[in-house]
């Protein structure tokens, strides 16, 4: 596609309840990040999928949330039994393998999940 | 630890003066340095970046430069326009490749 495209782009649940968010990366990019922004505030690093490489989950905030990449393309995050303080926007990006070309990471437009 | 600073949360400018945004890193080891843009209601955009073996890169209207002494970053937009308008984030790649975000400083441009 042309862009990293998310879905949903709003999510309302309730507290204790499983949401799934998904993001489809830009063809052909190898490597997967998906980072969790609170109002106001910067973007925190949750996961990040690079090729057929063991994910860098040094970011996931506890044992609820989990993410997979499913054929090194489309990934799921999940976070079980949501609390309210999940409420947050969750942001996808993707990229080609770093290189001398640089880093660039391409940003969805984000999932806004509000947890009553 | 890892982490990546704004010195000021929200720049108010002029429409057609020049804007400069400030970000300090920690990370002595980061080889590479990525500014974004974010507006309303969307993910963020690449502005430009830079390798650490560079202090100074230039785009279209934006300079990017980077003091390695002091570990300081900063963006600089000239004749900033209206549509300047958004939330701007440095990033530095850490050990293990993955981006560190700073907090964000909000460009207001008056008219």
């Known amino acids: 596609g042309a862009g990293v495209s998310q879905s949903p782009s709003n999510k309302v649940t309730e507290k204790g309840k499983d949401v799934e968010l998904r993001c489809d990366p830009i063809s052909g990019h190898t490597a997967l990040y998906w980072y969790r922004q609170s109002l106001g505030q910067g973007l925190e690093f949750l996961i990040y999928f690079q090729g057929n490489s063991a994910p860098d989950k040094s970011g996931l905030p506890s044992d609820r949330f989990s993410a997979e990449r499913t054929g090194g393309s489309v990934s799921t995050l999940t976070i079980q039994r949501t609390q309210q303080e999940d409420s947050a926007v969750y942001l996808c990006?993707?990229?080609?393998?770093?290189?001398?070309?640089?880093?660039?990471?391409?940003f969805g437009p984000g999932t806004r999940l509000t947890v009553l | 630890g890892e982490s990546v600073g704004l010195h000021l949360p929200t720049l108010s400018v002029q429409e057609g003066d020049n804007s400069i945004i400030n970000c300090a890193y920690s990370n002595s080891a980061s080889d590479y340095f990525i500014w974004y843009k974010q507006e309303s209601g969307k993910g963020p955009q690449f502005i430009i970046d830079i390798r650490s073996n560079m202090d100074k890169r230039q785009g279209q209207r934006v300079t990017v430069l980077l003091n390695k002494t002091v570990k300081h970053l900063s963006l600089q937009i000239a004749a900033t326009q209206p549509g300047d308008s958004a939330v701007y984030f440095c990033a530095e790649r850490g050990n293990t490749g993955k981006l560190i975000f700073g907090q964000g400083t909000t460009l207001q441009v008056k008219p």
């Open positions: 990006a993707s990229s080609r393998i770093p290189g001398l070309a640089g880093y660039e990471q391409f």
